[in-house]
T-cell receptor
């Protein structure tokens, strides 16, 4: 089975722009979670989608949004980019939501905001 | 609220020596605990997880961890370090809603 794929792998944007990141989960997985990783804050949960519905949301401003499509692929959007949004954005998929489901991570999208 | 503390942001061992990475958690409910490893410029790879049952959990690459409820700990060990074990290791607890809460990570260096 193919793993979790994320596109693009690297991205450079300037302040004020917006960006969309994509995540394709493992085939059959219906839950997709997004995490932000920075040297200062570590790994922080952004949100989780299950069957096209947002189930959980972390403590991020409304500039961060996401959605999930009927094929379970997910996109994350960040509007009005700030320098502090520079990070590695990781997507993880799991078969279902909640419980002790293992989350399998993609390689991440590294975003640099100039 | 659940939280995870990893003692030591950087651990250095010699090749062949014991690896011990410490993780303590706080949780008001029985926890689901995970260890992930991250190699440079890569995503996270699951090493092992504890849900219920046996408290000694064996994972990939010779790693294992023991859940100790009385100590609220889930330390990761490997009897003999290999150069390829050099990476960053993250301990995480999963909350009831399926959200992973990570520790700050421990960077493991292995000296020849």
């Amino acid at each position: 089975k193919a793993g979790v794929t994320q596109t693009p792998r690297y991205l450079i944007k300037t302040r004020g722009q917006q960006v969309t990141l994509s995540c394709s989960p493992i085939s059959g997985h219906r839950s997709v979670s997004w995490y932000q990783q920075t040297p200062g804050q570590g790994l922080q949960f952004l949100f989780e989608y299950f069957s096209e519905t947002q189930r959980n949301k972390g403590n991020f401003p409304g500039r961060f949004s996401g959605r999930q499509f009927s094929n379970s692929r997910s996109e994350m959007n960040v509007s009005t980019l700030e320098l502090g949004d520079s990070a590695l954005y990781l997507c993880a998929s799991s078969l279902t939501s909640g419980g002790a489901e293992t989350q399998y991570f993609g390689p991440g999208t590294r975003l640099l905001v100039l | 609220a659940q939280s995870v503390t990893q003692l030591g942001s950087h651990v250095s061992v010699s090749e062949g020596a014991l690896v011990l990475l410490r993780c303590n958690y706080s949780s008001s409910v029985p926890p689901y605990l995970f260890w992930y490893v991250q190699y440079p410029n890569q995503g996270l790879q699951l090493l092992l997880k504890y849900t219920t049952g046996a408290t000694l959990v064996k994972g990939i690459n010779g790693f294992e961890a023991e859940f100790k409820k009385s100590e609220t700990s889930f330390h990761l060990t490997k009897p003999s370090a290999h150069m390829s074990d050099a990476a960053e290791y993250f301990c995480a607890v999963m909350n009831q809603g399926g959200k992973l809460i990570f520790g700050q990570g421990t960077e493991l260096s292995v000296k020849p």
